[in-house]
């Protein structure tokens, strides 16, 4: 039954998908559509069903999906004349197999026996890592069960982090809608989709720049890393940071190589949902809206720099408001960050400590040398990443580990050691997919 949930919300994506990029759909490549508007439309899903928990305070399941079956009707309403007309693909063009050609077949048997490898990993740590069951699952069940929502946020212990967005625990709630059984498998599934849907995406978008050579096979081997796998299913947020990241500077990428606003109608949508996942997806939400922004404004001569900023400003507003509602009205403060940043903090010994941690982990072998490879290909094309078309992205990488380096420096709240050994691998393999994908088409 679960497999509904999944179906709406693929279908739910593959509208807004064809709404925002019109005849620019035709642009991507099938699979990568296909993993776009699942993921899109699972974000959507999950941001309905948040606000259904603010008008009614506890789970409904009848108005969960009716809201968003109706959701689904009224794309398919304002998109009837894009069909119509074939101003975009036909619907039987929607699904992957509509360009299949007998070696496809291959790549369908390599995703298969990906899929399956993942699913055996994931069945070594079903309930997922401690902070999945101590954090996201537990706030799933307790959107569930409990008679109001609220005591998130008053009744949990404070190591649940009450001011965490709460992205993956509302996909795992609307897919719930569809299960009689234990919610466990809902988690687990959700997070297989996430960590196989990302590397596959990779390959795809790696494809379209040269077909079938080094760029591909860069995205298949850090899909088939077995480090990527295990971290991607402990069930944490990371795996959604990976995906939406890539998603996100995917979509740059396409608007500045096209000039097409419509590429900005997507990226505002999904910048909103990046920022609803956890506290470091709305800073990268935060840090590239400041930047495309930027880009726009600086783009003189440029004729569609009012229609790009306008197309971008209201699709990013449309999903920042719940991102809002949460932040201000609903969640408390954030007690672990902030608060405790202090200046004098700052010494030799915690930077080499950090430092040594980096180095320990880049080098370590349960990366099989991915790393390496990656530093390897930016190092040795460094003068390009700052050219005009790869500015974004660069500027984008030394903001954001910037501010991580000073989080980890300045906050004196937590061990340094123990904070590293338990996030640093998780930071890493939130920004891999995103670091090949710059690091390639440098080359």
Known sequence: MIAIGYFLSFLLG???????????????????????????GLGLSALLTFLTFVALDSFHR??????????????????????????????????????????????????????????????????????????????TRFLITSDSWNIIFTDLHYHTHPDYPLLLPFFNTWIYCFSAENLHPIPMITNIIF????????????????????PFLMGLIMLTTPSYLYLGTFQYADSLIAFFLLINLYLITMFQNTKEASWLNMLGLSLGLTAFIKNEGLLMALILMFLV??????????PVRKAAAKHLLLTFFITFVPVLIFKVFIAPPNDDILPNINASNFTAERFQILYNAVITEIFHEKWCYMW??????LISRIWRAFNRENTILSVFFIIYSSAIVCIYVLNGKADLFWWLETSLSRILFSILPALVFFGIPLH
């Open 372 to 377: 390496i490879i990656i530093l390897a290909l």
């Open 62 to 139: 009848p108005v969960i999906i009716l809201i968003n079956i109706s959701a689904v009707i009224i794309f398919l309403f304002f998109n009837r004349n894009l069909y119509i007309h074939k101003t975009i693909m036909p619907l039987t063009d929607w699904l992957p197999w509509s360009k299949f050609r007998w070696f496809h077949f291959l790549y369908i048997l390599l995703g298969v026996f990906i899929l399956g490898v993942t699913y055996v990993i994931a069945l070594t740590h079903p309930y997922g890592e401690w902070d999945a069951w101590a954090i996201w699952n537990l706030k």
């Open 14 to 40: 593959r509208l807004t998908l064809d709404r925002c990029l019109k005849e620019n759909v035709r642009l991507l490549h099938p699979c990568a559509a296909a993993l776009l508007a699942l993921v899109s």
């Open 293 to 302: 922004s930027v880009y726009i404004l600086l783009g003189k001569g440029n």
């Open 195 to 214: 960590v196989t849907g990302c590397g596959g995406f990779l390959c795809c978008i790696l494809y379209q720049i040269k077909k079938f050579s080094f």
